[in-house]
């Protein structure tokens, strides 16, 4: 058994010395900061257009987040491509050969992009969030008002769980190419489609990403978001699932299939 | 034939092909070496018009290849066997050269057998090994039929039998009286194929001379003689002998000598004047390779640095023998690596020393030295 | 020392090996050869746990490959030349599998000083010419300073000098009393590089002997004689019931199956005069080509002639001596012609 932290250091070194770690992670932090900004600007300008119903469940918190929609497909490509280029460039056959126990590979690879993505994650809701409310002015919330603190957490963990969920998936698929072009849509347009039509809301409700982005709700139901049979914690609990299948789900695969 | 007159071409400050001329007569295999980077490439590009020359001009029949009319019936070339569309078949691949410079269809399954593809002709050429891929090539530069021939390092990729079908193949389009050249890394390979060598190094021209005169004139072959087992003494006197009349003479470990600097009749004299019976005397050649590696040694640009534990590496060291009394070894030409394999190859390698004198010494300065000839 | 034991894989109905057993032994170079298709490349991948076997076993130093705590210290592979990161430079490659195994940093500069790649250590790996990728390859191959190596296609891309390189890298490295295992299809290199040979064909063991012991069962040997007193020579070899081929024009007589010392001793003790007493041995590839030949797949044919040049040797061969004939040719001639 090849030591843990051995494995955990050359992930490490890794993922720090590849071009695409470093774009799509700013990509991730500064398309969410800067859409979220923009969003909230809008919002604040024309907070006194929108239907009343609008007003009285405005959201403030969520606001700064509303860039996220964007923003997570930097955390996707960033998740795809921490696994598929293994595949892609063949290194593959060779990492598996210096680790050759499956499942120490994989967590290896998965707890250090993961933590990575934590952190970028982290990092972006605070920015976000601090940003949003200043430009959003007298509407704002203080970070210590009731449940907050949590939204903005939350809304880190989300990205860093959006990364794992990517990551899962690219490992089951062994190609960024397919991953990217089922994830991608999936999430940019299937996710959203199905949820803003009634009809489809029930099920696209159970999707990761519209469980998961529960957590960053302050007040229920804001934006035409709907009431869900499930809390924040429970949003995210469902998405966790979804998380852990494709996680598994890629485990099986990489143990099973010859590399 | 092929000719070029002062080939010249420049990246910038870069001399990459510098003043080079040579001709490629028909009727043989001519092979084209040098080292990475040494310009083999880019003359291949220029000869087939897809590289413009700097100064000068590389013609095949007479006339640059742009102006070469169906340039298709006259050149064929391997270039890069990757370079196919992979979505089409390998047999649609075909058909559309041929249909491009007016070649009937039939030819396209004639070249299709001729290669070995006729089985897959059907099937997407991405699904292709490098191996096939490759014969995929060849069939394309046989289409037009054409006199002069081009290939970049064909036996890339291909197996064994691969390999010695297109060794076969050259040298048949060769006695047909074609002109066929051929560029490769393989010495042992290009020693079995080419009858004509035509050797470049940065860009400029280090020997156009035929392969056997190339060897003889870059290193010397030596002879192996073996006195009966059971005769030291005999062969002792014998050792004395050879190099009394001039001969120089190391010992293989279990007691064979090698012999320079006397022909095998002499040798033979002298056994008889000695009364020594001899169990062996056999004629070697050098190799391509040690002929190549001594040429070239100036002209490489990226080289492996010796392994820490080089001292190591001489599994069967040569000796000099009791009766040199430590003298002064005598001057053997410098730089030798491999001696060749017996002639139709097979054989144990084995090292040839740089310098005998040094060898009885240390292990260790002839590894040095034969890193400085490497070099 | 690596041990396989009825290794098999079956893709759907294909078998693609097939109930193999060797061991590859330490101190030599050990050939592994074969006809495409004949099962190598995925016998290396099980060798390195990269494919599943669909039954048997292989043994590293008698362990799974799963069960070796830091297996590149104690086998390194070159598999495929490209099985590294582009977007990395060689250097940072080479340190994340250093790292994973707990080898120090500091072997990584040394590797890459070995293979001649110092220079461009910092450069990303995608701008690598294939001979440069091969180099990287075997530095990391060479990584773990393990007492295993397995090189598939070594030689793949390198020139000349690299060539002359990594075979005597091979050699000296099997001389230390490691395990070298290498797989070629370039049998004249082939023939410069091994000791012992392995050969498959259609998934299954075909041979398991020495570079010698294979080239001597697969092909002819014999004696090549030249003397000034050729018909004396002639005589007293008939006489000690010895038949000799005379090669017409060439003055020299080809003797097949008699020991070159008992023809040595002959000669001596009837005082006859002899320019050449050389044994003569087959080629590698004249050897393999014999071997294999039922299990190729891709068999090309130029119309009318086949695929396999008829009789001993390649009938061919530029690399004789300037005044031999094709050997084997004089031989089938002569055979048909003068007796």
Same mark, same amino acid.
């Given at each position: 058994?090849?030591?843990?932290?051995?494995?955990?250091?050359?992930?490490?070194?890794?993922?720090?010395?590849?071009?695409?770690?470093?774009?799509?992670?700013?990509?991730?932090?500064?398309?969410?900061?800067?859409?979220?900004?923009?969003?909230?600007?809008?919002?604040?300008?024309?907070?006194?257009?929108?239907?009343?119903?609008?007003?009285?469940?405005?959201?403030?918190?969520?606001?700064?987040?509303?860039?996220?929609?964007?923003?997570?497909?930097?955390?996707?490509?960033?998740?795809?491509?921490?696994?598929?280029?293994?595949?892609?460039?063949?290194?593959?056959?060779?990492?598996?050969?210096?680790?050759?126990?499956?499942?120490?590979?994989?967590?290896?690879?998965?707890?250090?992009?993961?933590?990575?993505?934590?952190?970028?994650?982290?990092?972006?809701? =605070?920015?976000?969030? =601090?940003?949003?409310?200043?430009?959003?002015?007298?509407?704002?919330?203080?970070?210590?008002?009731?449940?907050?603190?949590?939204?903005?957490?939350?809304?880190?963990?989300?990205?860093?769980?959006?990364?794992? =969920?990517?990551?899962?998936?690219?490992?089951?698929?062994?190609?960024?190419?397919?991953?990217?072009?089922?994830?991608?849509?999936?999430? =940019?347009?299937?996710?959203?489609?199905?949820?803003?039509?009634?009809?489809?809301?029930?099920?696209?409700?159970?999707?990761?990403?519209?469980?998961?982005?529960?957590?960053?709700?302050?007040?229920?139901?804001?934006?035409?978001?709907?009431?869900?049979?499930?809390?924040?914690?429970?949003?995210?609990?469902?998405?966790?699932?979804?998380?852990?299948?494709?996680?598994?789900?890629?485990?099986?695969?990489?143990?099973?299939?010859?590399? | 034939?092929?000719?070029?007159?002062?080939?010249?071409?420049?990246?910038?400050?870069?001399?990459?092909?510098? &003043?080079?001329?040579? &001709?490629v007569?028909p009727g043989h295999v001519t092979g084209?070496?040098?080292?990475?980077?040494?310009?083999?490439?880019?003359? *291949?590009? *220029?000869?087939?018009?897809?590289?413009?020359?700097?100064?000068?001009?590389?013609?095949?029949?007479?006339?640059?290849?742009? %102006?070469?009319?169906?340039?298709q019936r006259h050149v064929g070339a391997l270039l890069?066997a990757?370079?196919v569309?992979?979505?089409?078949r390998a047999r649609?691949h075909l058909l559309?050269l041929a &249909?491009?410079s007016?070649i009937p269809e039939k030819r396209v399954d004639e070249v299709l057998a001729v290669v070995g593809l006729q089985d897959v002709s059907r099937q997407?050429t991405?699904?292709f090994s490098l191996g096939m891929g490759q014969r995929l090539g060849i069939a394309a530069a046989l289409l037009g039929d054409p006199q002069v021939l081009l290939f970049d390092e064909p036996v890339n990729g291909l197996d064994p039998e691969g390999i010695l079908w297109v060794r076969t193949l050259m040298r048949r389009l060769a006695a047909e009286g074609r002109t066929v050249f051929v560029s490769s890394?393989l010495?042992?390979e290009m020693a079995l194929t080419a009858d004509h060598?035509?050797?470049?190094?940065?860009?400029?021209?280090?020997?156009? *001379?035929?392969? &056997?005169?190339?060897?003889?004139?870059?290193?010397?072959?030596?002879?192996?003689?073996?006195?009966?087992?059971?005769?030291?003494?005999?062969?002792?006197?014998?050792?004395?002998?050879?190099?009394?009349?001039?001969?120089?003479?190391? %010992?293989?470990?279990?007691?064979?000598?090698?012999?320079?600097?006397?022909?095998?009749?002499?040798?033979?004299?002298?056994?008889?004047?000695?009364?020594?019976?001899?169990?062996?005397?056999?004629?070697?050649?050098?190799?391509?390779?040690?002929?190549?590696?001594? *040429?070239?040694?100036?002209?490489?640009?990226?080289?492996?640095?010796?392994?820490?534990?080089?001292?190591?590496?001489?599994?069967?060291?040569?000796?000099?023998?009791?009766?040199?009394?430590?003298?002064?070894?005598?001057?053997?030409?410098?730089?030798?690596?491999?001696?060749?394999?017996?002639?139709?190859?097979?054989?144990?390698?084995?090292?040839?020393?740089?310098?005998?004198?040094?060898?009885?010494?240390?292990?260790?300065?002839?590894?040095?030295?034969?890193?400085?000839?490497?070099? | 020392?690596?041990?396989?034991?009825?290794?098999?894989?079956?893709?759907?109905?294909?078998?693609?090996?097939?109930?193999?057993?060797?061991?590859?032994?330490?101190?030599?170079?050990?050939?592994?050869?074969?006809p495409n298709g004949?099962?190598?490349?995925?016998?290396?991948?099980?060798?390195?746990?990269?494919?599943?076997?669909?039954?048997?076993?292989?043994?590293?130093?008698?362990?799974?490959?799963?069960?070796?705590?830091?297996?590149?210290?104690?086998?390194?592979?070159?598999?495929?030349?490209?099985?590294?990161?582009?977007?990395?430079?060689?250097?940072?490659?080479?340190?994340?599998?250093?790292?994973?195994?707990?080898?120090?940093?500091?072997?990584?500069?040394?590797?890459?000083?070995?293979?001649?790649?110092?220079?461009?250590?910092?450069?990303?790996?995608?701008?690598?010419?294939?001979?440069?990728?091969?180099?990287?390859?075997?530095?990391?191959?060479?990584?773990?300073?393990?007492?295993?190596?397995?090189?598939?296609?070594?030689?793949?891309?390198?020139?000349?000098?690299?060539?002359?390189?990594?075979?005597?890298?091979?050699?000296?490295?099997?001389?230390?009393?490691?395990?070298?295992?290498?797989?070629?299809h370039l049998m004249s290199?082939?023939?410069?590089?091994?000791?012992?040979?392995?050969?498959?064909?259609?998934?299954?063991?075909?041979?398991?002997?020495?570079?010698?012991?294979?080239?001597?069962?697969?092909?002819?040997?014999?004696?090549?004689?030249?003397?000034?007193?050729?018909?004396?020579?002639?005589?007293?070899?008939?006489?000690?019931?010895?038949?000799?081929?005379?090669?017409?024009?060439?003055?020299?007589?080809?003797?097949?199956?008699?020991?070159?010392?008992?023809?040595?001793?002959?000669?001596?003790?009837?005082?006859?005069?002899?320019?050449?007493?050389?044994?003569?041995?087959?080629s590698?590839e004249e050897a393999f080509m014999r071997m294999t030949a039922d299990s190729v797949e891709y068999h090309a044919h130029a119309p009318g002639e086949p695929g396999l040049p008829p009789g001993p040797g390649p009938a061919d061969n530029a690399a004789?001596?300037?005044?031999?004939?094709a050997?084997g040719t004089?031989?089938e001639a002569?055979?048909?012609?003068?007796?």
């Amino acid at each position: 058994m090849s030591s843990f932290p051995a494995v955990l250091r050359s992930e490490w070194t890794k993922i720090r010395t590849v071009a695409s770690t470093t774009w799509t992670l700013v990509a991730a932090l500064v398309v969410t900061v800067g859409v979220s900004a923009g969003l909230c600007a809008v919002f604040n300008a024309t907070f006194n257009d929108m239907p009343k119903e609008q007003q009285v469940t405005f959201d403030p918190t969520l606001a700064s987040f509303a860039g996220m929609t964007l923003g997570q497909l930097a955390m996707i490509v960033f998740g795809v491509l921490v696994v598929g280029t293994e595949y892609s460039s063949g290194m593959i056959r060779t990492s598996l050969a210096a680790v050759p126990r499956r499942a120490s590979f994989l967590a290896g690879k998965l707890i250090v992009a993961t933590g990575l993505a934590l952190v970028v994650g982290l990092v972006t809701s =605070f920015l976000s969030f =601090f940003l949003g409310q200043a430009i959003l002015g007298d509407r704002s919330i203080g970070i210590d008002e009731p449940n907050v603190l949590r939204a903005v957490v939350g809304a880190g963990l989300y990205m860093a769980m959006i990364a794992l =969920f990517s990551m899962g998936v690219a490992t089951i698929l062994r190609s960024s190419m397919l991953s990217l072009g089922i994830l991608m849509p999936f999430f =940019f347009l299937v996710s959203t489609i199905l949820g803003a039509v009634s009809a489809t809301r029930k099920v696209a409700q159970y999707f990761p990403d519209q469980a998961g982005s529960k957590i960053m709700q302050v007040v229920p139901g804001a934006m035409d978001s709907g009431e869900a049979p499930y809390g924040p914690w429970g949003g995210f609990g469902i998405m966790a699932l979804w998380v852990l299948a494709s996680v598994l789900g890629g485990y099986l695969v990489l143990k099973k299939r010859d590399a | 034939m092929i000719e070029a007159v002062g080939l010249t071409k420049r990246y910038g400050a870069k001399t990459a092909v510098d &003043q080079l001329s040579f &001709q490629v007569r028909p009727g043989h295999v001519t092979g084209f070496l040098g080292p990475n980077g040494s310009g083999k490439s880019t003359t *291949m590009r *220029m000869i087939l018009g897809l590289d413009r020359p700097t100064s000068g001009s590389v013609t095949i029949n007479g006339l640059p290849f742009r %102006q070469l009319p169906n340039a298709q019936r006259h050149v064929g070339a391997l270039l890069d066997a990757k370079a196919v569309h992979g979505g089409r078949r390998a047999r649609r691949h075909l058909l559309s050269l041929a &249909q491009l410079s007016g070649i009937p269809e039939k030819r396209v399954d004639e070249v299709l057998a001729v290669v070995g593809l006729q089985d897959v002709s059907r099937q997407r050429t991405k699904g292709f090994s490098l191996g096939m891929g490759q014969r995929l090539g060849i069939a394309a530069a046989l289409l037009g039929d054409p006199q002069v021939l081009l290939f970049d390092e064909p036996v890339n990729g291909l197996d064994p039998e691969g390999i010695l079908w297109v060794r076969t193949l050259m040298r048949r389009l060769a006695a047909e009286g074609r002109t066929v050249f051929v560029s490769s890394h393989l010495m042992s390979e290009m020693a079995l194929t080419a009858d004509h060598l035509i050797v470049i190094g940065r860009g400029r021209l280090l020997a156009d *001379m035929g392969t &056997q005169e190339f060897i003889a004139h870059n290193s010397a072959g030596f002879a192996r003689v073996r006195a009966a087992d059971n005769d030291h003494a005999g062969r002792d006197a014998l050792g004395e002998a050879l190099t009394k009349a001039g001969g120089r003479v190391l %010992q293989e470990p279990e007691g064979t000598l090698r012999v320079t600097g006397l022909d095998l009749p002499r040798i033979s004299d002298l056994a008889h004047e000695a009364g020594v019976r001899l169990w062996e005397l056999s004629p070697h050649r050098a190799s391509l390779e040690e002929a190549y590696m001594r *040429m070239t040694q100036a002209d490489v640009e990226y080289t492996s640095t010796e392994d820490p534990r080089a001292e190591l590496w001489e599994p069967e060291p040569l000796t000099v023998p009791a009766w040199e009394d430590g003298l002064q070894a005598p001057e053997v030409p410098r730089g030798a690596f491999f001696a060749p394999p017996p002639p139709g190859a097979g054989g144990q390698p084995f090292l040839m020393p740089s310098n005998p004198g040094e060898l009885a010494g240390t292990d260790r300065t002839t590894t040095e030295d034969t890193r400085e000839e490497t070099r | 020392m690596i041990e396989l034991e009825g290794l098999t894989k079956r893709f759907g109905a294909k078998t693609a090996v097939d109930h193999l057993s060797f061991q590859v032994r330490p101190g030599v170079v050990t050939g592994f050869l074969g006809p495409n298709g004949a099962g190598k490349s995925t016998t290396m991948r099980m060798m390195l746990d990269l494919d599943n076997p669909t039954s048997g076993t292989v043994r590293i130093d008698g362990k799974h490959y799963r069960d070796l705590p830091e297996p590149l210290k104690h086998i390194g592979a070159l598999l495929d030349a490209k099985a590294m990161n582009g977007g990395r430079s060689a250097y940072n490659n080479l340190l994340c599998l250093a790292q994973s195994n707990r080898i120090p940093e500091r072997r990584v500069a040394e590797v890459l000083d070995l293979v001649g790649l110092t220079a461009v250590a910092k450069k990303k790996s995608k701008g690598f010419s294939l001979g440069m990728g091969q180099r990287l390859g075997i530095a990391s191959a060479l990584l773990g300073d393990p007492e295993i190596l397995m090189f598939d296609e070594p030689v793949n891309g390198l020139d000349p000098e690299g060539i002359l390189w990594i075979r005597n890298l091979m050699k000296g490295l099997a001389a230390e009393g490691r395990t070298i295992f290498v797989s070629s299809h370039l049998m004249s290199e082939m023939a410069l590089t091994a000791d012992h040979l392995i050969v498959i064909g259609q998934g299954k063991l075909l041979a398991d002997m020495s570079m010698a012991d294979f080239i001597h069962k697969n092909s002819r040997s014999y004696v090549r004689l030249r003397s000034p007193q050729q018909e004396r020579l002639k005589d007293v070899l008939h006489e000690a019931g010895i038949d000799a081929i005379s090669v017409p024009a060439t003055g020299v007589l080809e003797i097949d199956g008699v020991a070159v010392e008992r023809l040595g001793e002959l000669a001596a003790q009837h005082q006859i005069v002899l320019h050449e007493l050389s044994p003569q041995r087959a080629s590698l590839e004249e050897a393999f080509m014999r071997m294999t030949a039922d299990s190729v797949e891709y068999h090309a044919h130029a119309p009318g002639e086949p695929g396999l040049p008829p009789g001993p040797g390649p009938a061919d061969n530029a690399a004789r001596p300037a005044d031999a004939p094709a050997w084997g040719t004089g031989y089938e001639a002569t055979r048909k012609g003068g007796q």
